[in-house]
């Protein structure tokens, strides 16, 4: 039986929290999120007990996020907290509350607390011309301009492996994760066919795995790219490296294209606008959307349809080509 527990700290606490979803089959970029959320909150209002929470307490805090705090970010800028950041915020404090009122035999002071506001962002994918600017983008450093020299430019050490993401981030929809997690054995450089795993070791959402493909023109970058690296054969290799030989991660993902879309003048430059790029335009070449929600990992067709939406497909035209009445000629 659940009973109250005066004097657990909010870490100790976190710590169960975060066992107790462990065992419920979290995915670990979930957790992650909920430990860093809840670390964070802990280190503004102190490590006190559970049950000293207020609701106001918890109000003050998300109005604190919107108003006051200045978040440090990898790429610089003093913008303040997006609203579904701080949706985000919510929803582990909500769940962590839950959890604790159900455990300890706690009022939840959550409940009090409205969730945030928040419009979604609308999808924008790239261009043709973006695409081709990011790509040349990967080829050559920017301009030296010396004293005692003439200008020049040097080719840049990673142009290879960079032209491979971008072009197997746009042919296959990968999330960042599942992308940094894959490893060479994952893809059939013959047929460009890709496994994209469940749980840590694949990052797909959900623990659902499934399988993407690449094009042509992708499987040869990628077969470049591989061809002059020692371990380019071995299938337990990391698919793509990142400084030091090790494993490229999300944050030096997101900071490459970021990097090669300043350069490549190029607005608005993150690894998940590929995925938005590669479900338009699938659905504007003709494709269905129950087979891009089994290509896109989506549990639910909300999504794509959103993606359906902005490629502006002709359902009656769509129709007309699938009527079985009319193709069986009945």
């Known amino acids: 039986?659940?009973?109250?527990?005066?004097?657990?700290?909010?870490?100790?606490?976190?710590?169960?929290?975060?066992?107790?979803?462990?065992?419920?089959?979290?995915?670990?970029?979930?957790?992650?999120?909920?430990?860093?959320?809840?670390?964070?909150?802990?280190?503004?209002?102190?490590?006190?007990?559970?049950?000293q929470v207020t609701t106001q307490d918890l109000r003050a805090y998300l109005a604190w996020l919107r108003t006051d705090y200045k978040p440090c970010r990898l790429a610089g800028g003093d913008h303040p907290l997006s609203p579904k950041t701080i949706r985000n915020v919510w929803v582990a404090l909500s769940s962590f509350f839950t959890w604790a009122s159900v455990e300890f035999d706690l009022a939840n002071p959550m409940e009090a607390v409205p969730a945030p506001r928040f419009e979604v962002a609308p999808v924008e994918p790239f261009s043709k011309e973006d695409v081709e600017a990011l790509l040349k983008a990967c080829e050559f450093c920017r301009e030296a301009n010396t004293r005692d020299r003439r200008r020049f430019t040097m080719r840049r050490p990673t142009a290879r492996r960079d032209r491979a993401i971008i072009l197997t981030l746009l042919d296959t929809g990968l999330r960042a994760t599942e992308l940094?997690?894959?490893?060479?054995?994952?893809?059939?450089?013959?047929?460009?066919?890709?496994?994209?795993?469940?749980?840590p070791r694949g990052g797909a959402k959900g623990n659902k795995g499934r399988v993407v493909f690449l094009g042509k023109s992708a499987r040869r970058v990628l077969w470049r790219y591989l061809a002059e690296r020692e371990d380019g054969e071995d299938p337990d290799a990391p698919l793509f490296l990142g400084i030091f030989n090790r494993p490229l991660n999300k944050?030096?993902?997101?900071?490459?294209?970021?990097?090669?879309g300043k350069k490549a003048e190029a607005k608005d430059c993150y690894p998940h606008r590929f995925r938005h790029t590669f479900a338009i335009t699938y659905l504007r070449a003709g494709g269905d959307l129950f087979t891009l929600q089994a290509l896109l990992g989506h549990s639910t067709l909300d999504?794509?349809?959103?993606?359906?939406?902005?490629a502006e497909i002709d359902i009656q035209q769509a129709h007309r080509r699938a009527s079985p009445a009319d193709n069986w000629r009945l």
């Open 303 to 310: 999504m794509v349809r959103r993606y359906a939406r902005i």
């Open 1 to 51: 039986m659940n009973r109250r527990s005066p004097g657990l700290s909010l870490s100790k606490a976190i710590t169960g929290f975060l066992h107790y979803k462990t065992a419920e089959g979290l995915s670990p970029t979930t957790l992650d999120s909920y430990r860093r959320i809840l670390d964070k909150w802990v280190a503004h209002v102190g490590d006190i007990e559970v049950d």
């Open 180 to 199: 940094c997690s894959l490893t060479v054995g994952d893809v059939d450089q013959k047929t460009g066919r890709i496994e994209v795993k469940h749980g």
């Open 251 to 260: 944050n030096g993902l997101r900071q490459l294209i970021a990097g090669l």
